[in-house]
């Protein structure tokens, strides 16, 4: 029978697994504690949280024997919980940094995720680049369809300025004859 602490800490880690989008299992064993701040914190302003606890716990919290093969050695488990790939970029940031983690295997809901596929999960834009991404694409036919029904309205006055300013010239072209024939009988 599993003693107290351990079954809360295994309670503690499902709970975390069910709030997170992603998770990523890695080994710290060449990290200093200075090293593990700095991961913990850049970790924390992407919204994610490194949790480190015995092997054993972390395979039954994920489901027994689905990550068992990477849980050799000195192991934490990287939880991101605002988006899939933000925790896991600060990671993978830090690990080229400083090349002192090994990266295992990575948790995305029910489906256990390689090493090439955490990887790439790294390379993906975040939800907030998306969201710009998104943005930028939805603002740019507005803007283009502002700009053609001005572009009416725009060549319309630009049509009647040239008209008018026409006419004006006809007009004095049609005077100036009349004004000089007006002026030889007088003298």
């Known amino acids: 029978m599993p003693n107290k602490h351990n079954q809360e800490q295994v309670k503690i880690l499902q709970e975390k697994l069910a709030l997170a989008k992603s998770a990523v299992i ?22 994610g949280e490194m949790f480190v606890t015995k092997n054993t716990l972390i395979d039954i919290a994920v489901g027994k024997g689905k990550v ?3 849980l050799e050695g000195m192991n934490a488990i990287i939880f991101s919980f605002q988006d899939e ?3 896991i970029k600060k990671l993978f940031a830090f690990h080229k940094d400083t090349e002192k983690l090994d990266i295992k295997q990575g948790v995305m ?8 596929e955490v990887e790439a999960l790294s390379k993906m834009p975040g939800k907030s680049e998306l969201l710009a991404t998104l943005i930028r694409t939805l603002n740019g036919p507005a803007s283009g369809l502002v700009n053609v029904l001005q572009a009416g309205t725009r060549n319309l006055v630009y049509a009647l300025s040239a008209i008018a300013k026409k006419k004006t010239e006809a007009t004095a072209e049609v005077a100036a004859p009349a004004a000089a024939t007006v002026a030889e009988p007088a003298a």
């Open 109 to 116: 809901g029910e489906q256990v995720l390689s090493i090439k």
């Open 68 to 70: 068992s093969e990477s």
């Open 85 to 87: 790939v933000a925790a």
């Open 26 to 47: 890695v080994d710290f064993a060449k990290t200093t504690v200075n090293d593990q701040t700095k991961l913990r914190t850049s970790l924390r302003e992407a919204g």
